[in-house]
């Protein structure tokens, strides 16, 4: 069983920005879906961004144009910077792997591995 570990989570105060990192699988592969998700309490878990083969990208709309999706090829990490932060992304966010994938990469049923999460906290 494949862990993933999230890092780079913490408390910023509106307008903020934080950046996510996450070490993909032993066997990652380029052509693999790699996504970041988010889980507010209380609230059910929802997409955030992926980013499938050729570097393709998915972004959730509440989150397009403030978030950006990346990848290090070499070294197999994940990044998510998250710029223009609001309170309403507080959350604890998860990245998550896949290998096969279709339409909707933020559709969680194409993801395999996952994450423990980590916090994202935006003051207001």
């Known amino acids: 069983q494949v862990e993933l570990v999230e890092s780079g989570g913490g408390s910023v105060q509106a307008g903020g920005s934080l950046r996510l990192s996450c070490p993909g699988s032993p066997s990652s592969d380029p052509y693999y879906v790699r996504g970041w998700f988010r889980q507010a309490p209380g609230k059910e878990r929802e997409g955030v961004a992926s980013?499938?083969?050729?570097?393709?990208?998915e972004y959730a709309d509440f989150v397009r144009g403030r978030f950006t999706i990346s990848r290090d090829m070499g070294k197999k990490i994940l990044y998510l910077q998250m710029d223009k932060l609001v309170p309403e992304d507080t959350a604890m966010y998860y990245c998550?792997?896949?290998?096969?994938?279709?339409?909707?990469?933020?559709?969680?049923?194409?993801?395999?591995?996952w994450g423990q999460g980590t916090q994202v906290t935006v003051s207001s």
């Open positions: 998550a792997e896949g290998r096969q994938y279709g339409d909707n990469k933020l559709d969680p049923k194409w993801y395999i591995f």
């Open positions: 980013i499938g083969h050729l570097d393709s990208t």
